[in-house]
């Protein structure tokens, strides 16, 4: 929490030795979210390291300078992300309250589209970016599927109604048209439904499930159905059949020759 870090301190970041690798070249990364010019940490190197001094790298290149890294906690230090609710002081666990964490499944009625993966990812950790009511996209959404940008109603609601692993229902309620984000990963083999019909599935915020809903009450489903799981499903039904066939082909021949 750099909030809580006085000014013209230190952390220290210390590394061991590492027996052995005499020659090799170590690669320490460090990012976070963005902040305003001023308010943020910085990272310098000692001289008096057992390491010697390496480059600083940005987009793959070198450049010269500190290498700095921020957090969201350092833009508003009287309202910081993190809340300490167990302090196990220095020796032992503490546990921390995210403040701002969004719930499991909301609406949202305004949209921005960003291409560019690292862009996307900038914007997400920028500090004026709103991500109860903006969802990030990588592409724009049909013309059919236009969104108003009103503020969310009262009468907006979202209810997880029942959650397994691999199924999902949420019901919801909204004045105007809306897209629903279930904060889960949009893997592979995830498919959605809206009152029971076949739905398209969007990727929001770079990894989350999230689906257009037209204004009105709705009860959506997240179904995970794997290629592999359908390919061995109908497999085994393929075999079942072929079995069966067999079995009754033996069967017959035995009347036969009785």
């Known amino acids: 929490d750099a909030s809580q870090l006085p000014d013209n301190s230190y952390w220290t970041i210390t590394f061991p030795p590492i027996r052995g690798v005499r020659g090799h070249n170590f690669y ?17 190197y ?11 790298i940005a987009r793959s290149q070198p450049v010269s300078g500190d290498i700095t ?41 305004r949209v921005e589209v960003e291409p560019d993966p690292d862009k996307l990812i900038g ?33 907006d609601s979202v209810k997880v109604t029942d959650y397994k692993p691999e199924d999902v229902e949420v019901k919801t309620t909204s004045r105007e048209a809306a897209l629903l984000i279930l904060s889960d990963l949009a893997f592979p083999g995830w498919e959605a439904e809206i009152d029971g019909r076949r739905a398209s599935m969007l990727t929001a915020n770079h990894a989350l499930r999230a689906l ?22 109908a497999l085994s039904l393929i075999a079942l059949a072929v079995i069966g066939l067999l079995g009754w082909a033996s069967f017959g021949k035995g009347t036969v020759q009785k």
Request: hydrophobic share 40%; proline share 10%; glycine share 6%.
């Open 212 to 233: 257009y809903l037209p204004a009105g009450e709705h009860t959506v489903r997240f179904v995970y159905r794997p290629l592999s799981f359908t390919l061995g499903t």
């Open 69 to 109: 890294f921020r957090t969201l906690t350092a833009i508003n230090p009287d309202q910081p992300r993190f809340e300490r609710v167990v302090d196990g002081g220095y020796t032992s666990a503490s546990v921390f309250k995210n403040d701002l964490v969004l719930p499991r499944a909301w609406l949202a009625h």
């Open 123 to 155: 914007r997400l950790y920028d500090p004026t970016f709103d991500m109860e009511d903006t969802v990030l996209l990588s592409s724009p959404l049909p013309a059919s599927q236009a969104l108003l940008g009103i503020p969310p109603s009262e009468m």
């Open 28 to 44: 320490f990364y460090f990012d976070a979210p963005q902040a305003k010019p001023g308010r943020a940490a910085t990272l310098w």
């Open 46 to 56: 000692n001289e008096a390291d057992a390491y010697p001094a390496g480059n600083r």
